[in-house]
């Protein structure tokens, strides 16, 4: 039974979801989402910005009542004067799960970052408040985000474009969709350009839950690729010029699925029970 | 007078310098960071790593012995095996002062990054050892760092890639030989992407002095053009696509000189008496 109210004092779950999750079957995701938060004692916050669609808040709304939450909002925030709004700050601080829907990434940077709804967003996050993300909401949780980037499955030095996110952590970087866009390129291409974050490439429905203790739990029905650079033998990142492949010589991968945890502090991968 | 030893606690200052330092007359600069660092009681450790000439480390040794420092360190690490020596970490545990040198910032953030190295550096800052760097050193003590770019003096979408640095404080994305380089395009994209940070474009010969309060004291020969786009009334940022110009309405811009100082925390300029 997850607790009702989050625990003072140690931060809450950040939850990246790879996009297209399940909102109609078994909705495993968002269940294990809502539950976490207190299920139908939850308090949750739907934040749309990534959306240019009017639906899509309300959307969540639908699914999280399904769920039997009792207690959902939605900050319809489009231009940054609204997120320096007290009132919506106020429905964040109370409450026990934030959820950023997808769209674009750069909508959510653009228009939240650095205002009073972010750093709220942060402060709840610190005290326990749980922050999932799908799709564009997964990639802009963490301090460094995917803005653009080219496909495919080998790194070119300039692929991607970095640019600063929400920054509930800094050890991960984040990609979605991941094997339904041939990503896997230029997610090395963004960890080669400093080995000391790990990448999480999330497929569709599928989510890391990555807990105060920096230990991830998979859950949804596609894999995560966990891309370590840490250990490298060479890398010819900082001699090519942009548009050129590059060269790297020792990347650690490990495709986990459901159930499986990774511990980002000791870079260990342990099969799931359910695997 | 400067204190011999850090204070401990208290977050030394973090010093990015815009490139090409006066090394041979005056060196107001470097002789203002040894002495912060305890003048001829310091003790410097100079990283070359940015650079692929041997020539590196050893002229700044010479331009530190002239500056009457009696103790320099050369840390000539050019793998990432080298920066996981605890002789090494040792070095640099007892410095007051760290310096990293010009190059490819790159170099920096592929060799260095997650290293037992890079993880003293972040210690020596928080317990108060000063850390400068000039050049591709300025880029990397950020969170983060411009890796690449395109010049010119407006902002177009993709025109910059950023991507993580060392880490001492997030509160500032630097841009060096920034009047000679015709770069303040790619820092306003790099600010666009997330309005939180604050944009410093270093000329050259001339420093930010970031103190632990986050007052930022300007010292040199050219100017610093603070980047502040946390008030934009308008952006298109997450509107266009990769190569088409960026609209940007209500960018504030400082150019301070020396002896001008900026507060990151409340953003106010404040003209220097030297000026």
Redesign the interface.
Known sequence: MPSPEPIPGVRGLIIPIGGAEDKVSDRRILRNFADACGGEQARLVVIPTASELDSTGGRYVDVFRHLHVKQVDVLDITE?SQAEDLHAVAILERSTGIFFTGG?Q??L???L??TAV?QSVRRCNARGAHVAGTSAGAAFVS???I??GREGATPI??Q??????L?LT?RVIVDQHFRQRDRLGRLMT?L??????IGLGLDEDTAAFIAADNQITVVGAGGITVVDV?D?AY?S??RVS?GEPVQLIGVRLHILTDGATYRLDSREATPGERA
């Open positions: 940054r674009n750069l909508r940077s653009t228009i970052g650095g972010a301090e460094h985000m803005a653009y030095a300039g991607v474009t970095l640019c600063p996110g920054g800094n963004a080669a350009y400093n080995p000391f974050a840490s490298l890398s990142m900082a942009e």
